[in-house]
């Protein structure tokens, strides 16, 4: 859906129109009288004794369009809320902060959450009523909005002394989190066990993935899951894996011919998808799939990290300045529905040519029949794999490797044909949380796949965010536009997730300015955030410049990986590779108060608790620390530290020494002493050590490799 279509003739802008939000500005138009968040609508609601009606969405938001369209640019609809109302719209990937506050509320009287998020609020913040989406007119078992605007003002006007104590008692239970993080906790590997044991049972063994429709990829699990079949080679738990990857490799939620991932799956089989691509989802399935290539060696999986990574080069990232762009919509206009993206029969004739080897085999591969998946359309077809190319070659009478060429040219003519079409709006706004994940997951990509675009890119858009949006005193900023420069600033994950990048750049480049600035960070989480029970909120009050983020005075700490990996577990895992990278103690004293605050709770959250139960195995275990002593033009010594760092695990603590320098001051005595007193005939060479233990040091790489991926002791508890 592109926000950006031309003002409607005769109609006034409201104050939506100076926003520099894609999503806020889409609503610019509208005759709703919105109001962006700040304390001036607060202010107008309190004067005039009004209920605020606050919409949260995003441009990505297909359900949120329709919304939209149905509702907020109805003329008679706008007018009820003009009336009653003071109108607040939010963009949520903006905003998380704000989302974080109302989602709960909403969740607990309707639920569920989601978007688009519509509640309702007493001119203080305070959550009385609301929902999701509402039809506009009585329908899905939902009343139309305009009764429920009606049936609201109502309630305002003629009980408020009701629904102020009903806000007020939201409000009350709210306050006290989730219950989450608590002071007293023992960090243990049965944490870790009861992550693992909760991706076992909830695995769908036929379909791949957990649980039910609708499916999301829980790339934290599947993490927490390679972590463990890499270390102690589990059966089970390879399957989970296997299955997992290879089903959304082969279903409709991966872009067959123009790589990527789109959000979700709206079935169990992974075939028709909500079509909106994230940033954050393609950066963390691409970290899975070049894992998942590292522990396994199935090449299938390196294909489709390079699928995914030609995605996000060719349409989310900005190459000239370096950065990630936020998403691409499911849309382009009214009443589609993922067009773009799907195909009818004669589309893929048209492309290909009515009975053509292409056609046929093509046809066959993705189940493109006169009558696909969509409802809204039955001519469209969803792409997902159908067949294996085994079979096409036995029904085609053609060798594998010419069922393969035929598909390779049909691919890349079907993405010639798509490429004319109107293409989804891309949200070019460059968020730094999300570009601290891809950043990651892109240097990942380059040891998993040798692909050194990844780790180049990876670095300039470090650069580029540490140019554009950091501060020392304040951190990251959440978000940059070239039109706008960077805004709200204080937000947790824009701090963890991006010195997760930093660290990973400093190890594949070995700058320590990268080293030094996810230093700053480190103490600013645990300086800021860091609340009375050792866990971290997701906002530092004393670095926020926008107003309302702390609505009802709500601590909200983030421990679930939804949508993103959490806030807290990803500041644990910079913490501990931190002390390991300075020997600062009081990092790992700061990761190990964090995740003891959520240890009681972490089983109940199951699969939702990946992230955190990586973390807890990192802290527990220790990064492996790699010393390379040699010369940095001596081609045996990066031999070694390509080694170093390219093998799984990640999160490691390498340091290439040239001789006579020293390593940081947090590597194991007996590292240092390697790295001063080695004898420089015998170098290049490497020494590995985990917590006290050193190896003797070894000048082949094949050695160091082995030594770097040798399972480490179980801590006994």
């Known amino acids: 859906m592109n926000p ?104 607990a009287l309707s639920g569920g959450g989601g978007w688009p998020l519509t509640a309702f609020l007493t001119p203080e913040g305070l959550v009385f009523s609301g929902g999701t989406y509402f039809p506009p007119r009585d329908a899905f078992g939902r009343p139309g909005f305009p009764k429920v605007l009606g049936i609201v003002s109502d309630a305002y006007r003629k009980q408020k002394a009701q629904v102020v104590a009903q806000a007020a008692d939201i409000a009350k239970a709210l306050s006290k989190g989730d219950g989450a993080a608590k002071a007293e906790g023992t960090v243990s590997f049965s944490i870790v066990k009861r992550a693992l044991d909760s991706c076992l049972m909830n695995f769908d063994i036929r379909n791949g993935g957990f649980g039910d429709a609708p499916k999301f990829p829980h790339t934290g699990a599947i993490e927490v899951a390679l972590t463990e079949v890499a270390a102690a080679g589990d059966e089970s738990l390879k399957t989970v894996v296997e299955v997992t990857l290879t089903r959304m490799a082969q279903g409709g939620v991966a872009d067959q011919i123009g790589g990527g991932f789109h959000r979700y799956s709206t079935d169990a089989e992974w075939v028709v998808p909500h079509f909106e691509k994230m940033l954050y989802d393609n950066a963390e399935i691409l970290r899975n799939f070049a894992h998942a290539f590292q522990v396994l060696k199935d090449p299938a999986f390196a294909e489709v990290a390079r699928g995914t990574v030609a995605y996000l080069d060719r349409v989310l990232t900005d190459r000239e300045r370096g950065g990630f762009f936020a998403s691409q919509d499911a849309d382009v206009g009214k009443g589609d529905d993922g067009d773009y993206w799907t195909w009818t029969n004669r589309e893929l004739e048209e492309a290909l040519g009515k009975g053509t080897d292409e056609y046929k ?72 949380s999300w570009n601290g994940l891809a950043v990651s997951a892109y240097v990942e990509a380059w040891k998993a796949l040798g692909e050194e675009g990844c780790r180049d890119f990876a670095v300039k858009t470090a650069d580029f965010l540490l140019k554009e949006c950091f501060d020392p005193a304040r951190g990251m900023a ?15 994950d824009d701090q963890a997730m991006f010195a997760l990048g930093l660290l990973d750049v400093f190890e594949a480049t070995q700058d320590a300015k990268y080293l030094e600035a996810a230093r700053t960070l480190g103490d600013l989480l645990l300086k800021e955030f860091r609340d009375a029970d050792g866990a971290l909120l997701d906002t530092a009050p004393a670095l926020a410049q926008t107003a309302g983020s702390q609505a009802f005075g709500a601590k909200v700490k983030p421990f679930q990986d ?43 959250y199951g699969i939702f608790a990946g ?8 802290h527990l275990e220790r990064p ?92 006994a508890n």
């Open 478 to 492: 959440h978000q940059w536009r070239p039109d706008s420069g960077a805004r709200v600033w204080g937000l947790l």
């Open 4 to 107: 950006h279509g031309p003002p409607v003739e005769g109609k006034r802008a409201n104050l939506l129109a100076g926003e520099p939000s894609s999503y806020l500005r889409s609503a610019a138009h509208q005759p709703v009288d919105w109001h962006p968040w700040g304390e001036e609508a607060f202010a107008q609601a309190k004067r005039e004794d009004k209920p605020i009606l606050l919409d949260i969405g995003a441009v990505w938001c297909h359900w949120c369009h329709v919304m939209d369209g149905e509702s907020y640019e109805n003329e008679e609809t706008a007018r009820l809320i003009n009336e009653n109302f003071v109108a607040i719209k939010v963009d949520r990937d903006e905003r998380p902060d704000v989302d974080a506050r109302y989602q709960p509320a909403i969740a």
């Open 611 to 618: 992230t955190y139960g990586q973390a807890v195995r990192l």
């Open 562 to 604: 939804a949508p993103t990996p959490a806030g807290n577990a990803v500041a644990a895992i910079v913490l501990d590779r931190l002390d390991a990278l300075t020997g600062n103690s009081a990092y790992r004293e700061g990761a190990g108060a964090l995740l003891a605050s959520f240890a009681e709770a972490a089983p109940k």
């Open 624 to 715: 492996v620390h790699v010393t390379v002593a040699g010369r940095k033009g001596d081609a045996r010594a990066r031999a070694l530290f390509e080694a170093a760092v390219r093998a799984f695990p990640p999160h490691k603590a390498v340091v290439w020494v040239e001789p006579g320098a020293e390593p940081p001051a947090g590597f194991p005595e007996s590292a240092r002493d390697f790295a001063r007193g080695y004898p420089r005939e015998k170098l290049p060479a490497a020494c590995v050590c985990r917590g006290t233990h050193c190896n003797i040091p070894t000048s082949d790489p094949a050695a160091l490799i082995r030594q770097v991926q040798a399972a480490p002791e179980r801590p």
């Open 361 to 432: 085999v093509a046809a066959e591969l993705y189940d493109v029949k006169p009558h696909g998946e969509m409802h809204h359309n039955a001519a469209k077809n969803v792409l997902w794999v159908a067949a294996t190319t085994e079979a096409l070659a036995k029904r085609h009478k053609k060798g594998e490797k010419e069922i393969e060429s035929i598909v390779g040219s049909a691919k890349a003519r079907m993405l010639a044909a798509r490429d004319v079409r109107d293409a989804p709006f891309v949200d070019r706004t460059v968020y730094t």
